[in-house]
């Protein structure tokens, strides 16, 4: 009964009390409810009690700590700066090169990092450090050599190499170094981009002149090729074996559905462009008078020959020297419908008989 009297005597001091106190929890919530979220790593400075933990980390999740005391966090994930350097190469023309660091920083040794350089480590080591290195390993080089693909992965190495060498004590790793953009000025990218197209001139003229030989040689041999092949053929063929061969050639020829034109009066009762003989015109043989008669054909008779008298198959198969052309074009076409119609009537064995006959007794 005194204890609920004493409560309701004192309610007024006890709510304010309690108001207060959850104010106080609400505003200092931030300061005593702290999330580390991933990829990153909690580093505690106690402001009452020796200042950075250096022999503990906070890892991901929630965790509570006291409201005079601060949480500082740093990320641990791969990071990336760019940065635009100005730099003189040898000969004293500036250079303007992009490049791009990829680091991340080891969380085990947060608390140390926090301590000698603190979260604004990225500008005062990161950038400062790679600039000085592009400087220094760029400004060896001149500007033709710069432009070659080769020498970009060489100077990336160096880069790299002499960034890592300035900021060997502090928890940082290097991952890579690339350069992205590398601008000379105008007047030396049209002096490069000329020498370059005069380079890859002279190896086209190079080749041209490979392939002009290649292409003598390849036309000697084939030369060779016929004249071997032309000698061993001329070797083996002879008369009878062409002659043959234009009996062949003209059955088939015959044989054809194909509309065609045949000029007959060759040797032996062949077309003339089968002829066997010499493909020079023979001359005609002298005429026994020195002026043609009237009515008569413009060819002369030839001199009686000592072979004997053709066949009548030969006959048909030899179209007979007109005297005056033909009337109309139906006669025409009807003496060549007859020829052909004979050519096919003739077996192999008839032509090679009739092209080749027996000689004669003495």
């Known amino acids: 009964m005194k204890l609920k009297k004493k409560i309701i005597q004192y309610r007024g001091h006890i709510l304010l009390f309690l108001f207060t106190l959850l104010f106080m929890i609400v505003y200092l919530a931030p300061s005593i409810f702290v999330t580390v979220y991933p990829g990153e790593v909690g580093v505690l400075f106690r402001r009452f009690f020796g200042g950075t933990v250096l022999d503990r980390i906070y890892e991901e999740g929630f965790h509570i700590i006291s409201p005079w005391n601060k949480m500082y966090h740093y990320n641990y994930r791969i990071q990336r700066v760019r940065h635009t350097v100005h730099v003189l190469s040898t000969n004293g023309l500036t250079i303007q090169v992009t490049v791009s660091v990829r680091f991340h920083i080891l969380k085990e040794r947060a608390p140390l990092l926090h301590q000698r350089v603190g979260p604004d480590y990225l500008e005062k080591v990161i950038v400062p450090s790679t600039i000085s290195s592009v400087r220094e390993v760029i400004g060896k080089y001149r500007p033709d050599e710069i432009y070659s693909g080769s020498a970009r992965y060489t100077m990336q190495d160096e880069i790299l190499i ?199 007794g003495p």
């Open 162 to 360: 002499e960034t890592v060498k300035e900021t060997a004590r502090i928890p940082i790793v290097y991952d890579s170094v690339i350069i992205e953009i590398i601008k000379l000025p105008d007047l030396v990218n049209s002096a490069i981009e000329l020498k370059l197209r005069k380079e890859q001139e002279f190896l086209e003229y190079e080749f041209r002149l490979k392939k002009a030989h290649a292409e003598v040689e390849r036309k000697r041999i084939e030369a060779r090729g016929i004249k071997l092949y032309q000698e061993t053929i001329s070797q083996s063929l002879d008369p009878e074996i062409l002659q043959w061969l234009g009996v062949f050639a003209t059955l088939r020829l015959a044989e054809s559905p194909n509309s065609k034109v045949v000029i007959a009066g060759g040797r032996d009762g062949l077309p003339i462009i089968l002829d066997t003989e010499t493909s020079a015109p023979r001359p005609f043989p002298p005429s026994t008078e020195s002026e043609t008669k009237p009515g008569e054909g413009s060819f002369a008779e030839p001199p009686p020959s000592d072979k004997p008298e053709p066949s009548a198959l030969q006959d048909e198969s030899k179209p007979v020297v007109q005297e005056t052309p033909p009337k109309d074009f139906a006669s025409f076409l009807g003496s060549v419908t007859s020829f052909f119609e004979n050519l096919k009537k003739m077996n192999m064995d008839e032509l090679l008989q009739k092209s080749n006959p027996p000689p004669k």
